[in-house]
């Protein structure tokens, strides 16, 4: 737009904004204004837009909605919320007495050894090599030496929640592994740092791999104390080679293997024996025949076959 002074021609700075400014200085439609006048002079009263109050209602409703909604997402129930404070006291104090008792079970080893020894005395030296091999083979002081090492890692996933169980290492496999090693003539086998013993039992809970009910998760370094070379390559011979290279084929689960000249294993504590005997008069039951490992126990050194739990997790094995 312009105007003109003068005889001269000057441009409006907001011409390209003409509308707006119309919008502006008269918001109404001038037909609507006169209506309002009219009925404002005969003394009817205004007449409220209905769309503008239905607009107003339903954004009123809709932000007390979200605040609601908020407030509840932000500020669990009271009572959930001292639940899982509860819960969370009581697992700190849990843990707390785990590792005091822990601590306590690995003070009274140490003097348990300590009074051996000083029993055993320097005289008896034969009885004194006996025992430390009986401990050895029990597993109930630390070892070191060259061996082998095997680390199981659940295959390469996008999204672990959607994982195929197959797709993970199960306690199956660690327990094929494990008695391979001991066959190939390991002197002492532990997983994640934890000693296998004569009573070692290896079990699923849920997605969970429990090694003397202790949870452990992939990747899984089992660590085998001997001669590496001939712990390899009979392990290779046997059906746990022949698992172990299925697992990596088939069900793309890494297994890793490597000599270690220096490998150090932890000692798995002092051994508890338990036994039974028959009540006075009741006779013995009749021996049978042994049908295997049905809580999934590990094969000690010379030991008993594992039972396989493929019928449950859907890997056959080997």
Same mark, same amino acid.
């Given at each position: /737009?312009?105007?003109?002074? *003068?005889?001269?021609?000057?441009?409006?700075?907001?011409?390209? /904004?003409?509308?707006?400014?119309?919008?502006?200085? &008269?918001?109404?439609?001038?037909?609507?204004?006169?209506?309002?006048?009219?009925?404002?002079?005969?003394?009817? $009263?205004?007449?409220?837009?209905?769309?503008?109050?239905?607009?107003?209602?339903?954004?009123?409703?809709?932000?007390?909605?979200?605040?609601?909604?908020?407030?509840?997402?932000?500020?669990?129930? +009271?009572?959930?919320?001292?639940?899982?404070?509860?819960?969370?006291?009581?697992?700190?104090?849990? +843990? =707390?007495?785990?590792? #005091?008792?822990?601590?306590?079970? !690995?003070?009274?080893?140490?003097?348990?050894? #300590?009074?051996?020894?000083?029993? @055993?005395g320097t005289s008896?030296?034969? @009885?004194?090599?006996?025992?430390?091999?009986?401990?050895?083979?029990?597993?109930?002081?630390?070892?070191?030496?060259?061996?082998? &090492?095997?680390?199981?890692?659940d295959a390469p996933?996008?999204? $672990?929640?959607? #994982?195929?169980? !197959?797709?993970?290492?199960?306690?199956?496999?660690?327990?094929?592994?494990?008695?391979?090693?001991?066959?190939?003539?390991?002197?002492?086998?532990?997983? !994640?740092?934890?000693?296998?013993?004569?009573?070692?039992?290896?079990?699923?809970? *849920?997605?969970?791999?429990?090694?003397? /009910?202790?949870?452990?998760?992939?990747?899984?370094?089992?660590?085998?104390? %001997?001669?590496?070379? &001939?712990?390899?390559?009979?392990?290779?011979?046997?059906?746990?080679?022949?698992?172990?290279?299925?697992?990596?084929? +088939?069900?793309?689960?890494?297994?890793?293997?490597?000599?270690?000249?220096?490998?150090?294993? $932890?000692?798995? %504590?002092?051994?508890?024996?338990?036994?039974?005997?028959?009540?006075? *008069?009741?006779?013995?039951?009749?021996? +049978?025949?042994?049908?295997? !490992?049905?809580?999934?126990?590990?094969?000690? $050194?010379?030991?008993? =076959?594992?039972?396989?739990?493929?019928?449950?997790?859907?890997?056959?094995?080997?």
């Amino acid at each position: /737009m312009t105007a003109r002074h *003068g005889g001269s021609t000057v441009r409006v700075v907001d011409a390209s /904004m003409t509308l707006l400014n119309e919008v502006y200085r &008269r918001p109404l439609d001038p037909g609507y204004a006169e209506a309002a006048a009219r009925r404002q002079a005969a003394g009817a $009263p205004a007449r409220r837009a209905p769309r503008v109050v239905a607009l107003l209602l339903v954004a009123a409703v809709l932000g007390l909605a979200i605040a609601a909604a908020t407030l509840a997402l932000r500020q669990p129930p +009271t009572a959930a919320l001292a639940a899982r404070q509860l819960l969370e006291k009581q697992i700190q104090q849990r +843990t =707390d007495d785990t590792a #005091q008792t822990q601590a306590h079970i !690995n003070a009274l080893s140490s003097q348990i050894q #300590q009074l051996q020894r000083d029993a @055993l005395g320097t005289s008896a030296t034969e @009885l004194a090599r006996n025992v430390q091999a009986e401990s050895v083979a029990a597993a109930t002081v630390p070892v070191a030496g060259p061996g082998l &090492r095997v680390v199981l890692s659940d295959a390469p996933t996008s999204d $672990p929640e959607t #994982q195929d169980p !197959n797709d993970r290492v199960q306690d199956i496999d660690l327990q094929v592994l494990v008695n391979g090693l001991w066959a190939a003539g390991a002197e002492a086998v532990a997983v !994640n740092g934890q000693r296998l013993t004569a009573t070692s039992a290896i079990r699923s809970a *849920g997605e969970a791999v429990l090694v003397d /009910m202790v949870a452990l998760s992939s990747p899984y370094t089992v660590e085998a104390i %001997g001669n590496a070379g &001939r712990l390899q390559a009979d392990l290779a011979r046997t059906a746990a080679g022949q698992h172990l290279a299925t697992l990596r084929a +088939t069900y793309g689960i890494g297994v890793d293997t490597s000599s270690q000249k220096h490998l150090s294993l $932890p000692g798995g %504590g002092q051994v508890v024996l338990q036994y039974a005997q028959p009540v006075s *008069g009741t006779p013995a039951p009749a021996p +049978t025949t042994p049908r295997g !490992n049905a809580s999934g126990a590990v094969r000690a $050194p010379g030991g008993l =076959d594992v039972a396989s739990s493929a019928g449950r997790t859907g890997r056959g094995g080997t």
